[in-house]
């Protein structure tokens, strides 16, 4: 499975952006997706995540409101949109994928991994 992040920048705060992500390699809809970011010097954390049919979605409390993640089985690609940029939203955003059906929030639960956009809010 290969899957390639596109759509991060640079953007002042209050400002969108949409990120995407493409796949290929295996039936796009079997199985959940998520977003995750790593910022300068810490972990990568869960943004969030999406079930197999995109009947189910999850967010991290820190992004809950302002970000919506989405997902189109019959173009295989996957959305974030984010709404409202903050500084502390600044990151490499990496998008993965796991074979399990339902939203996962942890790293160790995907089993793929895109290579991360980079994403830059200026205060």
């Known amino acids: 499975v290969q899957l390639q992040a596109s759509g991060g920048g640079l953007v002042q705060t209050g400002g969108s952006l949409r990120l995407a992500c493409a796949a290929s390699g295996r039936p796009f809809s079997s199985g959940g997706m998520g977003w995750f970011r790593q910022a300068p010097g810490k972990e990568r954390e869960f943004v969030a995540g999406i079930n197999t049919s995109g009947g189910a979605t999850y967010y991290a409390d820190s992004v809950k409101g302002r970000f919506t993640i989405s997902r189109d089985n019959a173009k295989n690609m996957m959305y974030l949109q984010m709404n409202s940029l903050k500084p502390e939203d600044t990151a490499v955003y990496y998008c993965?994928?796991?074979?399990?059906?339902?939203?996962?929030?942890?790293?160790?639960?995907?089993?793929?991994w895109g290579q991360g956009t980079l994403v830059t809010v200026s205060s």
């Open positions: 993965a994928a796991r074979y399990g059906q339902r939203v996962g929030l942890y790293v160790g639960e995907y089993d793929y």
